[in-house]
Each structure stands twice: as structure tokens, then as C-alpha cells.
Nanobody, 117 residues
Framework: VQLAESGGGLVQPGGSLRLSCSASGSVFSIYVMGWYRQAPGKQRELVASIATGGSTNYADSVKGQFTISRDNAKNTAYLQMNSLKPEDTAVYYC????????????WGQGTQVTVSS
């Protein structure tokens, strides 16, 4: 599966962005989708994930601030980010994961989010 993120950019503190992760090449609905971020000098961390059935999981740092969703008809996962803070600045990546006898994982190329005044 090929993943392509979009929607990043420069936003002022308190602003909002919606990231999109468009998937192609496989059956999107069977993959667990996740959003990760990596700030300069830091390890990549999980921000949010959404299972095939729609259940969601969030990092404590973004609970109540970010919302992950998916539209299987459009083969797209989203990350709605509100009340953005400078510490949310990072490259945001999406990941597709399929667990079975063999686990498959695919990453997008990332999209930069910069929160600054």
C-alpha cells in the first residue's frame, strides 16, 4: 500500500489543521491506521491510531486536542488538530498496519507541521 500525507503547513498557536493520509494499492479498510510525529532531536512517537472497526487511541499529550478518523470509501485517514501549540511542531507521518500471520507496515513520506507566531 502507498501512503501520501497532506495538509501540513505553518499555523499560529491556537490554530487548527487537518492532515490527510491517502492510501492506494490495497484494501484500505483492513489496515489499522496511525499518525505519528517526530520533532527535531526526538524519537518518533505515536499520536493517534484508529482500528479497522473505528476504535481510537490517543497519546495523553493530545487527548481532547486531536481527533483521528477514517473514511474507508475514500481510502483516507484524517487527523484533525485543534488548539495547536508550538510543541506540536513536528513532521507527521501516517502508518498502515495489517496484523495477521505476517505483520505488514507501511509509512508515508511525512508532512511538516510548524506552529509558530
Amino acid at each position: 500500500v502507498q501512503l501520501a500525507e497532506s495538509g501540513g503547513g505553518l499555523v499560529q498557536p491556537g490554530g487548527s489543521l487537518r492532515l490527510s493520509c491517502s492510501a492506494s494499492g490495497s484494501v484500505f479498510s483492513i489496515y489499522v491506521m496511525g499518525w505519528y510525529r517526530q520533532a527535531p532531536g526526538k524519537q518518533r512517537e505515536l499520536v493517534a491510531s484508529i482500528a479497522t472497526g473505528g476504535s481510537t487511541n490517543y497519546a495523553d499529550s493530545v487527548k481532547g486536542q486531536f481527533t483521528i478518523s477514517r473514511d474507508n470509501a475514500k481510502n483516507t485517514a484524517y487527523l484533525q488538530m485543534n488548539s495547536l501549540k508550538p510543541e506540536d511542531t513536528a513532521v507527521y507521518y501516517c502508518k498502515a498496519r495489517r496484523v495477521g500471520l505476517v505483520t505488514y507496515e507501511y509509512w508515508g513520506q511525512g508532512t511538516q507541521v510548524t506552529v509558530s507566531s
